[in-house]
């Protein structure tokens, strides 16, 4: 192979070829988008042990390897002296999600030539991969993203945009209470996952952003891993209803995800699905997974249910233990007799499958009559209380606005 000058690569005619070692796929994946987001760097192969590490800069004599520094086959260290020893011109950057200096040192004794936290800001562990070959960097005005050779398809300015978000932790999410009306107590939280890259858009647009740029299962893995923090710090019989899409539901990334531990405190909320003419769904494995996942012990809602067969099949199908209304209909249950119906049939059809309603954005008394009266089991929205962060939820007993109403009770005459 022939050797690239540190000048050929700075006027842009040479890209700096970097690969990547690491047994997290979701890491691997985003630093594939990172890298290809640079137009000096080109990604050029991936491993997930030691020993594929080793094999991998022996085979594609990369300029920079990150390469993480725990890993099974060996670890880190093992693969960046083989990696030192057998391809002396290939750069090694340690990568890891800890501060952890022992560690470190023995990569940089090994021979690692930088070392990054997986936590750093995205521009960081770019400035770093050109550091290593001696190279500045600034980052550009407008990213823009270099044709990464096969197998990888191309990406647009959104890849840079979803890789940045997953890899700066810039995903987060508030959680919305949810009250049993028989009791008043907050018995879950419906999770509204946000990014909070400047300017703000809509969880929807990030949803089809990472979807356009294959990594919408790393972008709903990041979510969800941020919205299980809330674990820690609400009453252990509390749920969290999370909303994500059957492609990532169905695969074992995201069900490896749940663990036991956690399975029987989430609930997996799935919004109306495609259904064909015949009334099947357009992902057919959908059933499959949701089987495993319950046997795991999660539950399932199914979200925006509302009058029609659409909202019917995709109860019929999802079989869930929890409906939610759509919103719209909860504003305006209280407005008209006709509405009234609407809502009364949404409930009924729900009723009919086992699952029980609840009611979000629910703002007046007026409205939260007509579902108490229609057999809604449970609540959220203003009525109830405000969106929390996960520091909000730490209070005990957790703040509600929500008082349920007097058990009447009938006078007896003597």
């Not at 020893?85 to 950057?93: E, L, S």
């Not at 890789?163 to 932790?169: G, H, K, M, Q, V």
């Not at 810039?170 to 907050?186: H, K, N, Q, S, W």
């Not at 740029?213 to 990041?222: I, R, S, T, V």
Request: glycine content about 6%.
């Amino acid at each position: 192979m022939s050797t690239v000058t540190s000048t050929e690569r700075t006027d842009g005619s040479t890209p700096i070829r970097v690969a990547v070692a690491d047994d997290e796929e979701t890491v691997v994946d985003v630093l594939r988008t990172l890298i290809g987001s640079d137009p000096t760097l080109r990604f050029v192969g991936s491993a997930n042990d030691a020993e594929a590490a080793i094999d991998v800069a022996v085979r594609e004599q990369p300029d920079v390897i990150l390469v993480d520094v725990r890993m099974p086959g060996g670890g880190g260290v093992r693969a960046v002296r083989e990696i030192t020893r057998r391809c002396p011109p290939t750069k090694i950057v340690a990568l890891s999600a800890h501060e952890d200096s022992n560690t470190v040192i023995r990569m940089i004794s090994a021979g690692a030539r930088a070392y990054v936290r997986k936590a750093e800001s995205t521009e960081k562990i770019l400035r770093t991969i050109h550091r290593a070959v001696d190279e500045p960097w600034s980052p550009p005005a407008k990213p823009r993203l270099a044709l990464i050779s096969p197998p990888l398809p191309r990406r647009d300015e959104r890849a840079a945009r979803v890789a940045r978000a997953i890899l700066d932790s810039e995903i987060t999410a508030e959680f919305d209470p949810i009250v049993d009306l028989g009791t008043g107590r907050t018995i879950g939280f419906d999770v509204r996952s946000r990014v909070t890259t400047l300017p703000h858009r809509s969880y929807d647009t990030w949803i089809a952003d990472a979807e356009a740029a294959d990594l919408l299962l790393d972008f709903e893995l990041a979510a969800f891993r941020a919205a299980i923090q809330a674990l820690r710090e609400i009453p252990t019989g509390s749920f969290l209803e999370f909303e994500v899409t059957p492609a990532t539901a169905c695969t074992s990334r995201f069900r490896r995800a749940i663990g036991r531990p956690i399975a029987d405190r989430i609930v997996l909320g799935f919004s109306p699905l495609v259904v064909s003419d015949d009334g099947a769904s357009a992902d057919t494995n959908l059933g499959e997974a949701l089987a495993s996942l319950r046997e795991q012990g999660v539950r399932v809602s199914a979200r925006d249910i509302g009058p029609g067969l659409t909202s019917l099949r995709h109860l019929l199908l999802i079989a869930p233990e929890f409906a939610r209304l759509d919103e719209a209909l909860t504003r305006s249950v209280s407005d008209s007799f006709s509405n009234h119906a609407i809502v009364a049939s949404a409930t009924a059809c729900a009723a009919e499958v086992g699952a029980q309603v609840i009611a979000a954005d629910v703002a007046s008394d007026d409205q939260l009559e007509e579902l108490r009266a229609l057999g809604v089991a449970m609540i959220q929205g203003p009525i109830v209380g405000d969106p929390l962060t996960v520091a909000g939820l730490s209070g005990n007993p957790l703040p509600t606005k929500f008082k349920p109403r007097e058990p009447v009770t009938e006078e007896v005459e003597d």
